[in-house]
């Protein structure tokens, strides 16, 4: 097959479908090749694809024209389809800020501040008048290089865009924002570039080797790893823990573990692992580190947003304007499109939004190409649609086609597996992008304007990403994985700079478009289009598929199947040989990387492997959801890893460790393949190979090296083990345990050991076949003693029970040879050989023909229901003897039964059969064979009878015979059944017959006696009646047609038809055909009168009478239209002209409602023509004539009104006659108005009447002003309506003078003062408005008047101000000028005074609502303020009596929290202070604490318990809701400038004076206990609680004295708990002393002081003693027993109590071996006679060890190596002091079984931990009372008699 006719450049790729021109190459792109497919070569896409790819792939992309002929038809209806949009905002797709989050960004920025600069953003920065965004600013930079780079760029502009999307900016500004950007962010810059160029230090625990304290003592991520315990160590996990028990929590994997990786945000504190990012971090970065939850902005966020649904109708309407608003009707250019875009792109154009309906899911929304299962549209011929909806070509089956790897794909992926939509517009764009697995693309545009691609081959991606990543930092740095969300251009010119290849590809309709694996495409639509794309997936593709799933796991995507589930379900399912290579490379690559892991996994401990659950529809992908990975989110389809803290969560096998921090041994390995599988996989590929080329097969392991698998060692107990050598071991071992009798739990540790083998390559098959092995034996085994168990439990009395079958018991028995040594299977078969006796038995009695009776059968039955194993034969048995009893009783009741026809003959001929069938004879045989007899003889009767012609009386009387005779006979119900079929008809026809002339429904008659004619015909009996049916049939029809002409009109010759046939039939005289004939005459006679009126001119009445008379016939007449003709044209007449004749007695207002004198005119002409005489044609004449004298009478009245505003002089005078002849034209104007609208006619003279009338009645209004005052909203409406009146009037002499005079009335009432009015005039204003009052024509007398008396008020209030300013100070009261203020406002015109009094009462009112809002925070309700400041008062002076009560004064009875001193309240005393309190405020202050103790004040309870509130701060003496005494002297510093006198001032200033007085109080009692360094803590303390009270009773907070007061408390409370601590009865540990004198030098605490002093030597002490311990624990023996007990024993008197270091003494002290030596990790063996343990090496022993082995001190070689007993007891005196016994894990009595292995005898080595695990408090209690044991710890002179045992070394 060839590939076609490629092209790299296009001539008029524009010309078929759209207005755009072409001009190839518009932004100097190379173009993509373009291929034209014969028609042979375009019959298989894949193939024709797999031809072209060596050409087209490193294109990235290329373009297919489909021959001539093929031309798929549309299949959506247009005018139905409607879709969804999204919204793209195009000149953001490049140009865009990050989504930075400006709360992270500012605190971030603050800390940089603060940390580098000593300082915080104060101000804000301003930029051309707003707030300047430098989050956004920074990002902006940063995308174009740094500050250095902008600067010699020049590229500020550009930077400016990113800020405010603005298109132009000036020089000015540029440099403007240069300088802000110097100012505020150049050093955040440098510093945020040093800590991404910085290296930062690996911080995770894996790479630490030991060097713990070096991590612990970095501060460099403290913000970001877990937080650790109280005692300061990382939190151990010792077993499964929930997600409660982990003080932080992954937000990706919701596991606790691994905190030492684990990244705090540190905005919301919210954690994730390193692993967990995407992409993930391999190390703890430096600085601060935000989530990208904080980095990006909800608000600034960028996407594609849902938009509207649109018809495509409607969509196309938003295109075409669209397209029009860009370019014009004109038709554009490729170059100049493209050019519009990509500046629309890089933010020079503006903000622009387009509509896209993109990703439209063909399976809801329809497809463009035909399917299968679509309806057809009517316009689409069918063998069109059938061939297209067939076409390989067709994107619905393009995935699943023949070579398509996406066949083994169960389920339809949306936009893989089923095809998208796209209907979009100009401009509206696909972002830069590469296909999900890295698929090939198949696109192909239905219609519409071109659209545009750009593509990136795959083999450039990398430098792609690159490219993209550097240009667009800012974005990459807030969302690494940008490319994957396809919302982001770049212009391929910058690709190009950068010497990236990018080429082009313009898409016509009907062109197929196609992009390679991981070649990066975007592109963008030239107009209204509709494409549509799928996936696909050739052979080709798989080393990319495996690439792209790489990339999902690095990057912790989801991906959208599984590449390793799809290789395996194509391997099994079958494929061609193009498919072969590249299959076979990627199972290598997945076989070769799953053994190494799995490999790794055995070497670091996980040995545990199950297999998981097979698929149930294995032959397809994705029939079952795998799970994934917490961490990468890959699909776990080969192997997974569980453990059993977390059951249901899965890691793979690269990020095992991450799963949680269990030992190895505790997780789990999954897997669905064996290696030896996947091998199996790769050899059927290369087998498929060969099958192709001729070459000789290859070894079948070829792919498994067993020299790799040997060298597969790791660690196990004595030194390094292959897994080969394991593998052997436990084979042995397993055929040992099938040898030995069977164990259950020995069979179970087995296959357990061998879960670490299972999974392997083929040199595993001997292990998984013993396994299997040992599984049946197992299986075998067991169902043996359950069989046998059965057996023996079964009793015949209970029903619970059940046997065991004997089928069972034979499978069993049936094994050979048998799977494994179980004894019991020869029990079992002594019962199986009873069982099959009775079996034979059965079966002879079963199958004999001999006469056995029911007696025996029941016998035998019995014997096999009273054993105990369960026979088949049994229920034969039993089935037969129950059919005996119901065969006889059948026949009985046969034989007896009596009824007639109540017993079936089939019945009886079944019962016959089943007689043949028994084995046993029964005397009921006779009987039946009798009665058979009787029914043949019955049955030759019926036939003879059924064979001739049937008369009915003939079968009555046979039928009257039978009736006595018990069997129903089929014959005979057959012959019943006809008589009663003939009985049913004649029936029938009689009931029809019965009033058949006198119903409505003939039709239904005659449809019932055509039905029974029918079946008269079809009966078997002879009937005599069926004559009489056809004749009432034809009656019945003639019915029919006379009740049709009554239901429906029908013409005069029907009714005479009607009646000649009533008339044959003889039914005329019936009243229906009457009734008939009466019509037919009433017809006849109105049709004469008709035409009788027709021919000549009548009366209305005439006529109305003729159609009210054919209403009441019923026929058809042909002059009644020609009558109805003449009556509507005379009606149509009269309703034309009934509202002229009306006219005079309606009045309307709007001329739309009126007639139209031209219209009346018509009426009178054509009333002349009408054929009827009527009286209203000469009423309209007389109407026309009175409309014509009105008409004149107007015209005369407007000459009067145009004559008065033609006035030439107007004065005093004038104007009184005036008004009097305005109101006299205003009344005719209105009269004769009214009565032109009387004649309901639309004249054109009644808008004339009245526009001069309301011009007319605004002249009066203006005149009426003149002997009174108006308000000024009355004067700017009449102004306002000046623009409404005629343009006549407005221009005449008296309009203008009017017009004048109400403007100076607008201006003299704006100057007039008003109290709420915010502008206030000044009185050389209002002095000129009284001047232009003598120039205007028209005198306002009263206006005048009213100006003049403001100006007097004016000038009174300005005295009274200065009065009161010249005033002594005492007299100036705040009441006298709120006085003032308000009656400026009423009186005074602009003026200083007016500034003057109104700013010192706004100052003070100020001052005043700042009181109240600082009093009124603290408590509520402020109104008066004077009294809420007199109960801060009183709360002073409370707090100053306590202090004087401190220093001997008196003390009153009076509650120490309230100020409400009531006596009829109760008092209570506190039991510790002896101040009193009311219950009730007791109970309050207890509320928050643990005390429950009401008699104890809550001030004693905080100096008792020393305790504090969980903030930092102390409940009680905490700020609270109280004044802070710096406000108070702010307020007052504030109202020193006042000149009034306001009382609160001095209440604030008595106020200011108590505090300080207070303060200096408190300040004394906080310097005493700073420098108090004594032991007695009572007097400090007692002071301190004095100072408590009064703070907490003070109405007045200092932040300054309460901080001191915390520190004094924080160091009494440090010192209590320090006395508690050393003087309590339990011994504190190290860890509690040393957090205390951390504790103490954060509150700085002295050094001479007693409590520290006193730490620091108790610390000194047990540390000496603690570093002592440990080296004598460590020190193997080198130190003596004595020495060891007399340290012991000083730890146990030390004040400091050390559990660890005494353990460690006390296993120290335990003495093994000849050589009397601690234990050393070295290997051991213990004596099988007096459990001593003694090392090999000491006594010269190697391994393997003896099973049995006896130590040279209990059974010597020789008589004189034996001490006698003297001298043993001699050699006491000189012996080392007891050796406490060791604490053996193993029973010290020697095993019962001969069979005991070597790890029997062999010491288990474990740590120096595990023995100390082992004590307990019997230890102690032992080690308390230890007495001497019967063997000694005797010197090495002793012990050298056994020198012959030892090395010769030694």
């Known amino acids: 097959m060839g590939k076609g006719r490629p092209r790299a450049v296009e001539q008029g790729v524009l010309g078929h479908s759209s207005t755009t021109s072409s001009s190839p190459g518009a932004l100097n792109i190379p173009q993509a090749p373009v291929f034209y497919p014969t028609e042979e070569e375009f019959k298989e896409p894949l193939e024709f694809i797999y031809n072209i790819r060596p050409q087209a792939e490193p294109y990235g992309i290329c373009r297919i024209v489909p021959p001539k002929n093929w031309k798929p038809p549309f299949a959506l209806d247009l005018q139905s389809f409607t879709f969804p949009t999204k919204t793209q905002a195009i000149h953001q797709l490049q140009v865009r800020s990050a989504g930075c989050d400006p709360d992270t ?17 104060k101000k804000r920065a301003v930029f051309e008048g707003e707030e300047l965004d430098l989050c956004k600013l920074f990002n902006a930079v940063k995308r174009y290089g740094g500050y250095d780079k902008v600067v010699k760029e020049k590229k500020w502009g550009e930077v400016f865009r990113f800020v405010n999307l603005v298109e132009k900016i000036s020089e000015c500004s540029k440099h403007v924002l240069c300088q802000l950007y110097r100012e505020h962010l150049y050093d955040y810059e440098i510093y945020h570039s040093r800590l991404s160029r910085e290296k930062p230090v690996k911080k995770c625990k894996k790479g630490m080797q030991g060097d713990r304290k070096s991590a612990q003592g970095s501060d460099v991520s403290s913000s970001k790893r877990r937080r650790k315990n109280s005692d300061g160590e990382s939190v151990k996990v010792g077993k499964p823990e929930e997600e409660d028990d982990f003080d932080q929590i992954c937000e990706q994997c919701r596991s606790g573990f691994h905190g030492e990786v684990m990244l705090l945000c540190d905005r919301c504190n919210k954690g994730w692992h390193i692993y967990c990012l995407s992409p993930p971090l391999k190390r703890v970065p430096l600085g601060n580190w935000y989530c990208l939850d904080c980095i990006n902005s909800d608000k600034d966020s960028f996407g594609f947003v849902p938009g509207k649904c649109f018809s495509l109708e409607a969509f196309g309407r938003l295109a075409d304007r669209s397209k029009r608003k860009w370019f014009g009707s004109a038709c554009a250019s490729r170059l100049q499109i493209e050019k519009k875009f990509w500046e629309i792109v890089e933010g020079t154009v503006g903000e622009v939004e387009v509509m896209y309906g993109s990703d439209l899911d063909t399976s809801r929304y329809g497809s463009g190409f035909p399917r299968i299962n679509d309806p057809r549209p009517p316009s689409i011929a069918a063998e069109v649609w059938d061939e297209y909806t067939a076409s390989p070509w067709n994107l619905n089956n393009l995935p699943k086609l023949q070579g398509s790897m996406l066949r083994a794909v169960h389920h339809n992926i949306a936009g893989v597996m089923v095809p998208w939509l796209y209907v979009g517009m100009l401009f509206s764009s696909f972002c830069w992008h590469f296909e999900d697995h890295c698929f090939y693309s198949m696109n192909y545009l239905h219609w519409g304007e071109p659209k545009c691609w750009y593509s990136v081959p795959g083999t450039e991606a990398d430098a792609f990403e690159q490219v993209m990543k550097n240009s667009l930092p800012d974005l990459f740095d807030a969302q690494p994985d940008l490319l994957f969300q396809l919302v982001t251009m770049l212009n391929p010119s910058v690709l190009q700079e950068n010497g990236v290849p990018v080429y082009s590809v313009l898409q016509e309709p009907g ?141 793979c096998l690269e990020h095992w460790e991450h799963l949680c921090e269990c030992s190895p041994s505790k997780h789990c390995l999954l897997y669905r393949h064996t290696l030896a599988d996947l091998n199996e996989m790769v050899h059927m590929v290369d087998e498929c190979n060969l099958e192709h080329t001729p070459r000789s097969r290859i070894p079948r392991r070829q792919f498994t090296s067993l020299k790799e698998s040997s060298a597969m060692t790791k660690k196990v107990k004595g030194g390094l083990a292959s897994q080969a050598q394991l593998a052997e071991e436990w084979i042995l071992s397993s055929c040992k345990i ?85 004894p019991d299977h020869l029990k079992l078969k002594a019962y199986a050989e009873n069982a099959m006796i009775l079996v034979g038995e059965m079966e002879q009695a079963l199958s004999t023909f001999s006469h056995v009776s029911l007696a025996e059968l029941e016998m035998l039955y019995s014997r096999a229901s009273v054993l105990p194993v369960y026979l088949e034969e049994s229920v034969k048995l039993a089935d037969e003897i129950a059919s005996v009893k119901v065969w006889r009783e059948s026949v009985q009741k046969c034989v007896s039964e009596k009824r007639p026809a109540a017993t079936e003959v089939d019945a009886l001929y079944k019962l016959k059969s089943e007689m043949l069938e028994l084995h046993v004879h029964l005397p009921e045989r006779e009987l039946l064979l009798d009665l058979l007899g009787h029914v043949e003889a019955w049955q030759t009767r019926c036939s003879e009878i059924l064979k001739g012609p049937i008369s009915l009386k003939e079968i009555e009387v046979f039928l009257l015979e039978s009736d006595g005779f018990s069997i129903s006979i089929p014959e005979l119900k057959l012959l019943r ?100 004939s009466g019509v037919l005459a009433a017809g006849i006679s109105w049709e004469e009168r008709a035409k009788h009126i027709l021919e000549t001119v009548g009366q209305m009445t005439e006529f109305e009478e003729v159609l009210r008379m054919s209403e009441n016939i019923f026929v058809i007449l042909p002059f009644l239209h020609d009558v109805e003709d003449a009556m509507a044209m005379a009606k149509s007449w009269m309703m034309r002209s009934q509202p002229f004749l009306l006219s005079t007695h309606l009045t309307g207002h709007a001329s739309s409602c009126f007639m139209k004198v031209d219209i009346l005119k018509e009426l009178v002409a054509e009333s002349k023509l009408l054929r009827v005489s009527l009286k209203e044609p000469e009423m309209l004449q007389r109407i026309l004539e009175h409309c014509e004298a009105w008409e004149h009478d107007v015209h005369s009245l407007l000459d009067c009104v145009e004559s008065v505003f033609n006035m030439q002089a107007i004065d005093i005078e004038i104007m009184n006659g005036l008004t009097e002849r305005i109101e006299g034209l205003v009344a005719n104007i209105k009269r004769a108005t009214t009565a032109g609208l009387s004649f309901g006619i639309d004249f054109d003279e009644i808008p004339k009447l009245q526009n001069a009338a309301s011009a007319l009645e605004w002249c009066l209004k203006v005149l009426s002003y003149c002997s009174s005052a108006p308000s000024l909203e009355e004067v700017e409406s009449l102004i306002e309506n000046v623009e409404y009146l005629p343009a006549l009037f407005s221009s005449s002499i008296l309009g203008s003078s009017l017009l004048n005079g109400a403007r100076w009335l607008e201006k003299a009432l704006r100057v007039v003062p008003e109290p709420y009015r915010q502008k206030r005039c000044k009185l050389n204003d209002v002095k000129k408005v009284l001047d232009e009052a003598q120039r205007i024509k028209i005198p306002f007398p009263v206006m005048v008047g009213r100006l003049v008396n403001a100006i007097e008020k004016h000038k009174s209030w300005q005295e009274q101000v200065l009065a009161f300013c010249d005033s002594k100070s005492g007299e100036q009261s705040w009441s006298a000028l709120l006085q003032l203020k308000e009656l400026g406002e009423f009186d005074a015109f602009h003026c200083m005074e007016l500034d003057l009094v109104t700013s010192e009462t706004e100052k003070v009112e100020k001052w005043i609502l700042r009181c109240k809002d600082v009093v009124g925070s603290c408590l509520g309700d402020v109104n008066p303020l004077q009294s809420a400041l007199l109960k801060i008062k009183h709360s002073l002076d409370r707090s100053l009596y306590f202090y004087e009560n401190s220093k001997g004064c008196s003390m009153e009875k009076l509650c120490v929290c309230c100020c409400t001193d009531s006596e009829e309240q109760e008092l209570l005393a506190c039991l510790m202070c002896k101040d009193w309190y009311h219950p009730s405020c007791l109970r309050s202050k207890l509320a928050n604490t643990s005390s429950a103790k009401e008699s104890i004040c809550p001030h004693c309870i905080l100096m008792e318990n020393a305790v504090t509130s969980k903030n930092g701060g102390r409940p009680l003496i905490s700020g609270g809701k109280r004044v802070e005494l710096k406000i108070l002297i702010e307020l007052l510093s504030d109202a020193k400038d006042f000149f009034v006198r306001v009382e609160e001032r001095d209440t604030i200033e008595k106020l200011v004076e108590q505090a300080l007085a207070c303060e200096a109080c408190l300040t004394e009692v906080v310097d005493f206990a700073l420098s108090y360094l004594d032991k007695d803590l009572t007097t400090i303390s007692e002071r301190l609680l004095v100072a408590v009270k009064a703070f907490s009773v003070s109405g007045v907070y200092d932040h300054h004295s309460s901080c001191n007061l915390e520190s004094a408390l924080a160091r009494n409370s440090w010192k ?48 000496q003693w603690a570093d002592h311990a440990r080296k004598v624990a460590s020190d193997s023996g080198a130190v003596g027993l004595d020495e060891v007990f007399k340290l012991i024993t000083d730890g146990e008197n030390l004040p400091i109590h050390f559990e660890k270091e005494l353990k460690l003494l006390r296993a120290r002290s335990l003495l093994y071996c000849i050589c009397r030596k601690p234990y ?73 079984k001969v069979t005991s292995t070597m790890q029997q005898k062999m010491l288990v080595v474990t740590d120096l931990s595990n023995i100390l695990r082992r004590s307990s408090e019997i230890d102690h209690l032992w080690w308390r009372n230890r007495k001497p044991l019967r063997r000694t710890a005797r010197k090495r002179a002793v012990i050298e008699r056994l020198s012959p045992f030892l090395h010769n070394s030694q």
């Open 977 to 1076: 059944q006809y008589h009663c079929d003939a009985v049913s008809w004649i029936s029938r026809f009689h009931d029809v017959l019965v009033n058949i002339q006198e119903r409505e429904d003939q039709r239904n008659v005659i449809e019932e006696l055509t039905c029974i004619l029918k079946a008269g015909k079809s009966l078997k009996v002879q009937v005599d009646v069926l004559p009489l049916v056809e004749v009432e049939l034809k009656k019945a029809c003639c019915r029919e047609k006379a009740l049709q002409a009554f239901s429906t009109r029908m013409s005069l010759d029907f009714f005479r038809q009607v009646m000649e046939e009533a008339s044959l039939l003889k039914i005329e005289n019936e009243k229906l055909f009457i009734d008939i």
């Open 511 to 651: 062109n197929f478009v196609i992009t390679f694996p991981r070649s990066f495409h975007g592109g963008f639509n030239f107009g209204l289009n509709c494409a549509e794309a799928v996936n696909f997936a050739p052979a080709d593709w798989l080393p990319h598929g495996g690439l792209g799933a790489e990339l999902y796991r690095s990057y912790h995507k989801a991906a959208v199947l599984s590449h390793e589930e799809l290789l395996c379900v194509v391997v099994k399912s079958g494929y061609d040989s193009k498919v072969s290579p590249y299959l076979k490379k990627e199972l290598l690559r997945i076989f070769t990387k799953e053994k190494t892991w799995r490999e790794r996994l055995w070497r670091c401990g996980i040995v545990g492997s199950s297999p998981m659950s097979p698929r149930k529809h294995p032959e397809y992908v994705g029939t079952e959801e795998d799970p994934t990975c917490i961490i990468c989110q890959q699909y776990l389809y080969l192997s997974t890893v569980v453990c059993s803290c977390r059951p249901s969560t899965f890691v």
């Open 1720 to 1792: 050393d990790q070295r290997a051991m063996i213990a004596c099988d006679q007096c459990d001593e343990w003694y090392h090999f090496d000491c006594i010269n022993l190697h391994k393997p060890p003896p099973k049995t082995y006896i130590c040279p001190a209990c059974e010597p070689l020789t008589e004189e190596l034996l001490p006698n007993q003297n001298e043993r007891s001699s050699s006491t005196n000189d012996a080392e002091p007891w050796t406490p016994p060791p604490q053996h894990s193993e029973s010290k009595k020697r095993p019962n």
């Open 738 to 822: 099938l040898q030995t009798p069977f164990s259950r739990a020995a069979y179970i540790n087995a296959l357990k050991e061998a879960e670490q083998f299972l999974w392997g390559g083929l040199e595993m098959d001997p292990v998984r076949d013993m396994a299997i092995n040992l599984v049946k034996a197992q299986k075998w085994a067991e169902k043996v003693k359950d069989c046998l168990s059965k057996i023996k439990t079964w009793s015949g009395d209970s029903n619970n029970n059940v046997k065991v079958s004997l089928g069972d018991v034979e499978t069993l028995l049936k094994v050979n040879p048998v799977p494994c040594n179980e």
């Open 1616 to 1663: 209590i708990r320090v006395k508690r601590l050393l003087e309590g009865s339990q011994k504190p540990v190290i860890q509690q002393i040393q957090r205390l004198l951390k504790e103490g030098l954060a509150i700085n605490i002295l050094s001479e002081d007693h409590f520290i002093q006193r730490l620091r030597e108790v610390k000194h002490i047990g540390m």
């Open 105 to 121: 960004f500012e605190l971030e920025y603050n800390r940089f501040l603060e940390d580098h600069c000593g300082r915080r953003l």
